[in-house]
């Protein structure tokens, strides 16, 4: 049996949709203090997962009762939370229908609890007894994938090696065959092509969807939420605010639409000690406050005036905690950003820098979440401001002039905390973070000077992105950011071609080599034409052409275009640049593939030699260079000096880069193919599995260098012969 439960359309403007794997939008009810608190972990970060002992019998045997196992992050039950029986009740009615599949949705207003009541129904299930209930954040489907693999692993049918969409569907195969009763939560899905074909279509499997989405009720039963009923406000009110004026709270409660995000606002500032000890003085002043001049109603836009109002109120009263403003200007610049919020590093650039270092992020931070504005994370390591009130701080901001400087000094904050994750290796992830908060702030920016400095940004994290491996990241937002900056840059602009050039390394990188050479040949033709033939723009260029011709098997061409460019780099920088040094390296690179290889380890061994007395032996590039005559080495059957020279550098690399960086899973990489010429089959074997363990964990089932792995395990299982001569790629 399968049941569908669909939410109203929460989505805020336009803008706001701006991000690849952010915190749930299920969760926008949390802060506002009728809701739950929820944990906001991203997709890619999915919730803990409930695995109790076996229950056993009277005489200590294991019962025949399978173990409980809940999965996902199941919202808690809200402040002064109302049953809402009639919609539980059919919930139930409809899963217990007896009917193979059921499709039910819940719609209606914005900000009604949708999830409230899902997580309600899952929350009864559990009491009920069922033996699996899994909830899973749906608004992406990485995240839906990201969800469906815990359940496998949770369940113990996940393969080590498995990706994640096979991980997916293995899991869906495991809820097909349990004797059930089983609950499937997707909540906010945005897709229902994409629901569809991850929905276990036969088994005792109930599965209810949460959406944003109004034509989720295409393909199946609505059940409606509204807002409060009257006497749900009301009562709602009256525990909330611990009031007992049933009239005021009516009169309160239509004021603001019965809209429970609104009456949450509300129920943070009305009550015994709190700003407005009865409901008269606040409505005095929602009569007084010119909301409607500074955040009109337009025609189609489901909330109602007095949502606004009620969060222009907490915004009012935020002055009377923040007297010089510093948690004011925090929050006006989490409204420019991506709604999946801040990490803490970005949080300490956007509140130390811009107020000279002042003020404490973190109890800058609380006064935010002491008044509702912001969501509480169970992991303290992210801020986030709910959608709903990123739109009204957004608005106001705009009205009073405050946007551009919010903007501004959000960006500065952004960059500065981008080039610290550029720098560490582990950090490398919150640059896709830090990527989609500048596609937002390009968004909510208004004029094309504004646009064209975040551009600048981008580009400069483009770079960013490739030093520390993260293509994907990049192909994911690359040309929909590529046609941003040809509209409002230009296509031959120097940023618009650094982002070009950028993207097309990462397409070189993932394989995709046909898309590199067209947007390489590209930035070269451009960057001749615009900067002329020796800017060494236009160097990098010819030179990323090369590399291209390269990896395409036309070693002549990559030779002639790769030893021009060394002579350019000569002449022009100096024999000891760093970007004439990887010229040499390069050339020497194709002589190996050409099978020249006394040439090739020739101008390896003098390139290592330069780079360790112009850089030092612990520079990144000096590392390639002696991995590099390493692998040199093994090509000319010198493999006993290969293996001494791939152990020193894989010892070097593990010290200066760490364990998990690519260049030591390059080296590891090295050193068992080695082992395995050298005839250390069992070494090699070991060597391999462990760097494919490595590479699927840090890079991903489907990284180039984790497909190469899984090939050099498999050879290395064969009988002698011809061995693979992977090894890494120039640089």
Known sequence: MVVWLLGSAIGLDTQSAVGVGTVAVSLILTPLAWFASKNGQLAREPGPVEL????????????????????????????????????LDRL???????????????????????????AAYARRRIADGWPVVVWILADTELGLMTGLDQLAAAAGVRQPTADLR??????????????????????????????????????????????????????????????????????????????????????????????????????????????????????????????????????????????????????????????DGAARRLLNQLAVLAPGGVDAVLLDNLVGPADGGRHDAATTAAILAHRSLTMPMLDHERTVAHRLIQRVVRDRARQAGDLDMAITTAAAAVRNAAERAGRRWSDRALLTEYTEHLQALFENSTGDAARGEILTLLARVSFLLNETHSYSSLIAVGPVVLAQFEKVLGRQHTDTLVWLNNLAHAYQEMGRLDEAMEAHLRALADRERLLGPDHPHTLTSRNNVAHVYQRMGRLDEALELHTRTLADRERLLGPDHPHTLTSRNNVAHVYQRMGRLDEAIELHTRTLADRERVLGSDDPDTLVSRNDLAVAYRWAGRVDEAIELHERTLADRERVLGPDHIDTLVSRNDLAVAYRSAGRVDEAIELHGRTLADRQRVLGSQHPDTVTSRNNLAEASRPAGDLNRDGEQPA
């Open 52 to 87: 109790p002992a076996p229950e056993t019998t009277a005489s200590g045997e294991p019962s025949t009762v399978p173990p409980r196992l809940v999965v996902g992050d199941i919202p808690l039950e809200a402040v002064a939370w109302q049953e809402r029986t009639q919609l």
């Open 92 to 118: 139930m009615t409809v899963s217990g229908s007896g009917r193979p599949t059921v499709v039910c949705a819940v719609t209606g207003q914005r900000g009604i609890g949708k999830t409230q009541i899902a």
């Open 166 to 323: 096979t991980s997916a569907t293995t899991a869906l195969a495991w809820l097909r065959v349990q004797p059930g009763p089983c609950l499937l939560v997707y909540d906010n899905a945005l897709d229902p092509d994409l629901i569809r074909r991850f929905t276990p279509s036969v088994g005792a499997v109930h599965t209810l969807v949460t959406t944003t989405e109004l034509h989720f009720g295409n393909i199946g039963v609505t059940i409606d939420v509204d807002v409060f009923t009257d006497s749900e406000a009301v009562a709602y009110l009256r525990e909330r605010t611990g009031l007992a004026d049933d009239n005021g709270a009516r009169e309160t409660a239509e004021r603001l639409g019965r809209l429970p995000v609104a009456l949450s606002q509300l129920g943070s500032v009305v009550g015994p000690r709190r700003r407005f000890p009865s409901f008269r003085a606040y409505l005095d002043l929602l009569d007084r406050l010119p909301a409607a001049e500074l955040l009109p109603r337009v025609a189609g836009d489901p909330y109602p005036r007095g949502a606004a109002e009620a969060i222009l109120i907490s915004l009012d009263d935020l002055s009377a905690v923040d007297p």
